[in-house]
């Protein structure tokens, strides 16, 4: 996924997601940047489902910080 994708989450909002996600400073994938992180892989069905079935979602407005006001 070199570009991302957009999706809608369960509240109808759009999401970026994007390999950014799971990157560190340096570009790497944070779980293979670091052997001590590897067994976190198992666990990327469960974040993927985590933002196509939410148990919870926390929404908070935010008025734009381009507009006098």
Known sequence: MEHGAVSTDAA???VAVTKALSEDGKGELKW???PDKAGRMEYINLLAMSLVEPDEI???REKSRGEPG
């Open 32 to 34: 293979l940047a670091n």
């Open 58 to 60: 926390w929404w908070n």
């Open 12 to 14: 109808g909002s759009p």
